[in-house]
C-alpha cells in the first residue's frame, strides 16, 4: 500500500475533493449534507485551513475548517450557530469526508490532529446527524463533546465542540 500523507490542501486539491464529495452524497449512500460547488472550496481555502489526506497522489479525505463569517449564510450552520455559538473567536469544523476504502484506519483523526495543531487553542464546532453513527463514533473518539441538539429541515442534528 502507498504512503499516506495529510497535508495542507492547495488548489490542485480541489478537483480530488469534488470526486470524493460525489461519492459520499447522500443519493449515493453517503452521509454528507450537501454538494459544495468548486467556488465554496477555493473560498474555504482563502479563508481558513482544508486538511487532505492523499495515497499515491490522490485524496482520499478531506476536512475543511471556516470561519463563522464565511459560512453564516449556510442555513444548516447558521441553525447550529445559534443552538450553540462557542466562542469568539471559534470556527466551524466540517465538512469531513473519507473514502470508503480508508475507512476504518483512523484517517479521519489524522486529519483532525493535523488541523488541531494548525488551530491550537482555538474552539471548532461542528454537527452530526444523528442517524451518522458512524461518524458520531469517530468524533467521540476524537473527545468531542455534544454541546446543542437542533432541527434542520426536519432533520435531528447534534453541536459538538472541542477545544484545538
Known amino acids: 500500500m502507498t504512503v499516506l500523507e495529510i497535508a495542507q490542501a492547495t488548489r490542485d486539491d480541489i478537483d480530488g475533493i469534488l470526486a470524493l464529495q460525489e461519492k459520499n452524497l447522500p443519493g449515493r449512500g453517503g452521509m454528507l449534507s450537501a454538494r459544495l460547488p468548486r467556488a465554496w472550496f477555493e473560498a474555504a481555502l482563502d479563508d481558513m485551513l482544508i486538511i487532505v489526506a492523499r495515497r499515491g497522489g490522490r485524496v482520499v479525505g478531506y476536512l475543511v475548517s471556516a470561519s463563522r463569517a464565511a459560512v453564516v449564510d449556510v442555513p444548516v ?50 454537527f452530526i446527524r ?25 432533520v435531528g442534528l447534534f453541536a459538538l465542540a472541542y477545544v484545538g
Not at 80 to 97: E, I, N, S
Not at 130 to 145: G, Q, V
Open 77 to 126: 450552520i447558521a441553525a447550529m450557530l445559534r443552538a450553540y455559538p462557542g466562542a469568539a473567536d471559534a470556527y466551524v469544523y466540517g465538512p469531513v469526508c473519507v473514502a470508503a476504502e480508508e475507512r476504518g484506519r483512523g484517517l479521519a483523526a489524522a486529519m483532525f490532529a493535523a488541523l488541531r495543531a494548525a488551530l491550537p487553542g482555538r474552539e471548532g464546532i461542528l
Open 130 to 154: 444523528t442517524d451518522n453513527a458512524a461518524s458520531l463514533r469517530a468524533h467521540a473518539r476524537m473527545e468531542m463533546r455534544l454541546v446543542a441538539e437542533f432541527e434542520h429541515d426536519g
